[in-house]
């Protein structure tokens, strides 16, 4: 077995699982957001193309036979979906890696890709500095 993936689709709701799922709120909180439309500017045609290859399984297999020249559509099956946030700054810059922002009583870690195994540990220690220093913890 083979899987093929990820694409990077706009998702209509935060918590979309599913092609369908539609949250009007997320939505307009997206479409209302400057860097939302400073961003789309820039990627449109990117964009397009993965919403059109997650639509359309004949789009989806030729992207694919480029690579496995084999590959015919009965050898795709769907498989599951996930949501990944992408932090985007007003000016519709796409925000790399973590911003770590700290309020009265929290430190949250926003825009955190999956690092996997090989950063968690330096991620942890980079939290718990954050944190003893914002909260003015023992160490």
């Known amino acids: 077995m083979i899987e093929a993936g990820p694409n990077a689709v ?5 918590e979309g699982y599913h092609k369908t799922a539609v949250d009007l709120h997320d939505l307009r909180e997206t479409l209302t957001f ?4 400073a961003m789309s500017r820039k990627y449109w045609q990117t964009g397009i193309g ?10 989806f297999l030729k992207a694919l036979q480029r690579l496995l020249p084999e590959l015919t559509r009965e050898d795709l099956q769907p498989g599951g979906s996930g ?12 925000v790399d ?3 770590i922002s700290v ?5 949250h870690v926003l825009n955190a890709p999956s690092p996997g195994a090989t950063a968690s540990l330096a991620i942890g220690h980079l939290i718990v500095e954050k944190a003893v220093q914002a909260f003015m913890l023992p160490m």
Do not use: H
């Not at 400057?34 to 439309?37: N, Q």
């Not at 059109?52 to 789009?59: P, V």
């Open 103 to 107: 309020t009265v009583n929290a430190l």
């Open 10 to 14: 706009l998702a209509f709701a935060r």
């Open 83 to 94: 949501v990944r946030a992408q932090a985007i700054a007003t000016n519709g810059a796409l």
């Open 97 to 99: 890696d973590f911003v």
């Open 50 to 59: 993965e919403m059109y290859r997650s639509l359309s399984k004949r789009a």
């Open 34 to 37: 400057p860097g939302f439309w």
